[in-house]
């Protein structure tokens, strides 16, 4: 019919002067290469024109026009974009994130260099709604200011004689948040685990620290704590109930990234098995077997206990 033809021309006309574009676009020199923004903004520029054309009555029109099988094929064209969009944005993320732990596995760690990177992993934060992606256990990789695991923390690493081993933080679907903390005590003493208990939400945008945007980003409200000597307080016993914000820069499977409202910036690491991990920071396998046989040492395994090795996530100075 005469609807079909004129559609099928505009289509047509439409497609070419795209090859078109594209075709200049990809001819024309240019003098670097394209950052993160570029490629983000040119991304939005082409999900926008995309959009427009897909909600204008002409491309209504069109498509009512198009068969079935012209149909089936602009919306395979269309997921292919997509799939292809998505591949471009992993190899990059994927280069930063390498790009960052050779910094902070390095021998020493330049914090300004840190401090770029997640600034551009920043600029590909995916949309996470409400945040069930950041459900599960996480390990503290890096922190670039030693105050602020105290802060996010208990504070009780800040005691004399007290110094933290690790921490993790676990979020689970009913909300729930409980953040642990692993401590050596000076002495011949064995390593202790405290422990924040409470609440957690997350809402898209960022924390902002004001009272504007107390309710967006990550937010976990602390009501009990169990310490060391596994002895529980909540807001009943004397615990002072408190709300720690942060602001998520960048998330996916296996990488969490926040930055706090004193200037902190903190990379997590997801842990698998956090049970098992717990449980050779306490040595409470101090008397049971190795894996694979045979009794462990109890003097090199004190030893190890009082004299750790390797640097720990907040040690940025060493």
């Known amino acids: 019919s005469n609807k079909q033809a004129k559609g099928m021309r505009y289509l047509t006309v439409l497609t070419v002067a795209c090859v078109v574009a ?25 999900k926008l024109a995309m959009n427009r054309w897909r ?10 026009n198009m068969s079935r099988k012209e149909k089936n094929k602009l919306k395979k064209a269309e997921r292919v974009e997509k799939q292809q969009q998505a591949a471009a944005v992993a190899q990059k993320t994927d280069a930063l994130l390498d790009a960052l ?36 256990d996480w390990k503290l990789a890096f922190v670039n200011k030693a105050d602020c695991i105290h802060d996010f923390g208990t504070g009780l690493g800040k005691l004399p004689g ?9 979020f689970d679907a009913s909300g729930k948040v409980v953040l642990t903390e692993v401590c ?43 310490d060391g000597r596994n002895k529980r307080t909540d807001a009943s016993t004397g ?16 990488v969490l990234v926040l930055f706090t409202a004193d200037g902190g910036e903190m990379v997590w690491e997801r842990e698998e098995n956090l049970t098992k991990e717990l449980g050779r920071l ?26 750790p090795s390797g640097r720990k996530p907040w040690e940025f100075w060493k």
């Open 239 to 254: 615990f002072r109930v408190r709300t720690v914000a942060s602001d998520v820069k960048y998330v996916d499977q296996d």
């Open 162 to 170: 007290t110094a933290i081993l690790d921490m993790f933080i676990s």
């Open 101 to 136: 732990f050779d910094q902070i596995e390095a021998t020493k760690r330049d914090l300004g260099q840190i401090t770029d990177v997640l600034n551009q992993l920043a600029e590909y934060k995916p949309e996470l709604g409400k945040g069930a992606i950041l459900q599960g």
């Open 184 to 226: 050596r005590v000076v002495g011949p003493f064995p390593n202790v685990k405290n422990e924040l208990m409470g609440e957690w939400t997350y809402a898209e945008g960022a924390v902002g620290f004001n009272k504007d945007a107390a309710e967006s980003g990550l937010r976990s409200t602390y009501n009990a704590m169990m």
């Open 22 to 46: 594209n075709a200049a676009a990809f001819l024309t020199p240019s003098l670097r290469v394209p950052s993160s923004q570029d490629l983000r903004l040119e991304t939005a520029n082409h």
């Open 55 to 64: 909600n204008s009555p002409l491309a209504a029109r069109v498509m009512m």
């Open 282 to 307: 306490l040595r409470q396998d101090l008397t049971k077997e190795k894996e694979g046989g045979g009794v462990l040492d109890p003097v090199s395994a004190v030893a190890e206990i009082v004299s």
